[in-house]
């Protein structure tokens, strides 16, 4: 009977349960014995694996978080670390481990895939910031919840006829502060990849309250070249209209998973599960075109992520 280890790692996202849930469950179907591992790398190196079964993955799909507990283990990233680890799921002789995570995450798998251990990565992070697959599992939900932030805050800026400056998490990648700023109708976007143009954007901020504009919403992501309060001090120097801020935090990283997110990862435990079961290794899960598919792991690590131009040129157009 194959043996399989699964472990959350890393910041959790929502959907992460949904795609434990399917792992253990695709598992079990498939005949495997599937053992949790708990705190991510963490528990792994603490030996903390537990059997699970069908009911242990009861009432968890609309569950935000991880039920698994997670982590960000700097001992698990040393050779030491990498040994340890891999033992241990000797020890509990442990075929292949299902990693659910972001970059970090999938970078630690792909060390212990170098120390012989069999991996699988399913892409769960808010970020969206994995290259080879289309979206990762939280980035729906995120989003949606920084929607309803924007229009909650819009209310009040409108009604004070302010400007907000709402920052949003994302790391090093754009895409919750564009995909939220479009659906939300902000008036611009700061992304990291891209050299903001602050003249241009205390301009369009003045244009807007010359033609009658009640508030504007900008969204300056995490990762961006100026931090909130400085886009804050800029702004209100320069256009003469009072600035609030509102860091989002840690707001977009809960919540129930949107239909999207389940969806998302309810298909990749599956594909996570097939792939073990054919005895193919080392893969990240993920979706092209809405296809899910498994890539080799080193290649899809190494992928470039290629923000979307054309949103973010749309966010400008539409608020002009
Ligand atoms: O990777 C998810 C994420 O929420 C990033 O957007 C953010 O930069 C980071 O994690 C925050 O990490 P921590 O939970 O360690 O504060």
């Known amino acids: 009977m194959t043996r399989i280890g699964v472990l959350t790692s890393g910041g959790d996202a929502p959907g992460m349960n949904a795609a434990l849930r399917a792992v253990v469950r695709f598992g079990i179907d498939k005949d495997m014995e599937v053992w949790g591992v708990s705190r991510g790398y963490e528990g792994l190196l603490d030996g903390e694996l537990e059997k699970m079964d069908r009911r242990s993955v009861g009432d968890i799909l609309q569950r935000g978080g991880t039920i ?11 050779d030491e670390g990498l040994e340890r680890a891999a033992r241990n799921l000797d020890t509990f002789r442990i075929d292949a481990l299902v990693v659910i995570g972001g970059n970090g995450s999938y970078q630690g798998a792909l060390e212990l895939s170098r120390k012989g251990v069999n991996v699988i990565c399913i892409p769960g992070t808010i970020d969206n ?3 080879y697959t289309d979206y990762t599992i939280g980035f729906d939900t995120a989003v949606n919840t920084v929607l309803d932030a924007i229009t909650r805050i ?9 400007t907000s400056v709402i920052e949003v998490m994302g ?14 109708g902000a ?27 009640k508030h504007s919403i900008i969204i300056n992501a995490e990762g961006s070249e100026y931090s909130s309060s400085e886009v ?18 840690y707001l977009q990283r809960g919540g129930s998973p949107t239909l999207q997110d389940r969806l998302l ?49 749309a966010i400008d157009v539409l608020s002009r």
């Open 187 to 213: 008036e611009a976007v700061l992304i990291p990849e891209v050299e903001p143009d602050m003249n241009d954007l205390c301009l369009k901020v003045i244009e807007g309250i010359n033609r009658g504009r």
């Open 232 to 249: 804050v001090d800029i702004l209100s120097q320069r256009t003469g209209r009072e600035v609030k801020m509102v860091v989002l935090s």
């Open 68 to 78: 698994l507990k997670t982590a960000r283990s700097k001992r698990f990233m040393t």
């Open 154 to 162: 819009r209310d009040t800026s409108s009604a004070h006829e302010r």
């Open 265 to 313: 990862a309810t298909r990749c435990g599956e594909k996570a599960i097939d792939l073990i079961s054919s005895g193919m290794y080392n893969k990240a899960v993920g979706t092209v075109g809405g296809e899910v598919l498994g890539f080799d792991l080193e290649e899809a690590l190494a992928q470039e992520n290629i923000f979307n131009r054309e949103l973010y040129d």
């Open 171 to 184: 790391r090093h990648c754009g895409d919750i502060a564009i995909y939220s700023g479009l659906a939300g």
């Open 129 to 131: 910031d994995l290259g």
